[in-house]
């Protein structure tokens, strides 16, 4: 029997609430699922333009376009497939958890989607007419 002012006790007349290992009644909530935090994401935000696997890719990115505009598109065609496969060999090189701009999946499928895309470019660009159309 419970009174006003006293504790729970088990089969062995000890205090319950004082065992070695509390289960925790509310289940972990993953990651995915929890609410996102507006100030986590501007600081992420901020910290991205310290990273250089970005500046990298964009630059890539601008050099292939700047290519293309002054020489002609098969060769900004050229460039932007050169830029994927260095990306793709980065990728491959680097540590398990590489560049920021290029890890996506894990290594073996980032390396083969910037492989497959550096390889289709190279085709369109090698088909691409180059003259005065």
Not at 9 to 15: C, I, K, P, S, V
Not at 35 to 49: E, F, M, N, V
Not at 115 to 122: C, D, F, T
């Amino acid at each position: 029997m419970l009174g006003g002012g006293t504790m729970a006790r088990d089969a062995a007349g000890e205090d319950a609430s004082a065992s070695p290992d509390p289960v925790d009644p509310t289940p972990a909530v993953p990651a995915a699922e929890k609410p996102l935090d507006p100030r986590a994401i501007a600081r992420a935000s901020l910290q991205a333009s310290r990273n250089a696997s970005l500046w990298w890719t964009a630059g890539g990115v601008v050099l292939a376009v700047v290519v293309a505009l002054l020489v002609g598109t098969a060769a900004g065609a050229w460039t932007l497939s050169a830029v994927l496969a260095a990306g793709a060999i980065a990728r491959a090189l680097g540590p398990r958890v590489g560049p920021v701009a290029i890890t996506v999946r894990s290594k073996p499928v980032d390396v083969a989607v910037l492989l497959v895309l550096s390889v289709g470019i190279a085709v369109l660009a090698a088909i691409l007419p180059s003259g005065p159309v």
